[in-house]
């Protein structure tokens, strides 16, 4: 059975990189797709983005100008960087597996996630 | 980006009742050329993360328990669990995979009465 562990720092700096690694055990990441959602504290989730098993990428619009997802086979790890962190980015993230159905886009199964908070 | 929107925020619903939470779209999530539906259902018991229960708004996710089901076409959709069990005490949320963004709904959390 597949399982997802987040990880990185917990506190991130305004205007630092945020960054996460989510490793993949139980399974290999090769031939799967992956994505980021993240919930801010007490709110809904948002999805970030997702990396296919070819390696392209698709990213939210509201966070593509920052963001870069990718994938590690060697290691079985998916990579999240974030830059020019604010307040708003605070969040737990998670790591999950998209379905690998053409054209279809749910999400299973997901990490624990990694509560992220940014401040000074 | 598409508006998803559930009904109502939160439910009381006693156990062995009928609980129905409503998902709707700002625009259709139905895809013409085969008929589908681009929806999920997602249950998140706190301090856990989200799973899925339900993908193509009525296809139950494997080891979900048939309580759980899915309805809807177009711009409203339906998760209905059908008797209350006490371990169905979670928020429910919805997710649209017609176009990216996807986007969530709010939430619907449901207690017992």
């Known amino acids: 059975q597949v399982q997802l562990r987040e990880s990185g720092p917990g506190l991130v700096k305004p205007s630092e990189t945020l960054s996460l690694t989510c490793t993949v055990s139980g399974g290999s990441i090769s031939g799967y797709h992956w994505g980021w959602i993240r919930q801010s504290p007490g709110k809904g989730l948002e999805w970030i983005g997702y990396v296919l098993y070819g390696g392209s990428t698709n990213y939210n619009p509201s966070l593509r100008s920052r963001l870069a997802i990718s994938v590690d086979t060697s290691k079985n790890q998916l990579s999240l960087q974030l830059n020019s962190v604010t307040a708003a980015d605070t969040a737990v993230y998670y790591c999950?597996?998209?379905?690998?159905?053409?054209?279809?886009?749910?999400?299973?199964?997901w990490g624990q996630g990694t509560l992220v908070t940014v401040s000074s | 980006d598409i508006v998803m929107t559930q009904s109502p925020d939160s439910l009381a619903v006693s156990l062995g009742e009928r609980a129905t939470i409503n998902c709707k779209s700002s625009q259709s999530l139905l895809y013409s050329s085969n008929n589908k539906n681009y929806l999920a259902w997602y249950q998140q018991k706190p301090g856990q993360p989200p799973k899925l229960l339900v993908y193509w708004a009525s296809t139950r996710e494997s080891g979900v328990p048939d309580r759980f089901s899915g309805s809807g076409s177009g711009t409203d959709f339906t998760l209905t669990i059908s008797s209350l069990q006490a371990e169905d005490v979670a928020v429910y949320c919805c997710q649209q995979y017609y176009t990216t963004p996807y986007t969530f709904g709010q939430g619907t959390k449901l207690e017992i009465k």
């Open positions: 999950a597996r998209r379905s690998l159905i053409s054209n279809s886009g749910w999400f299973d199964p």
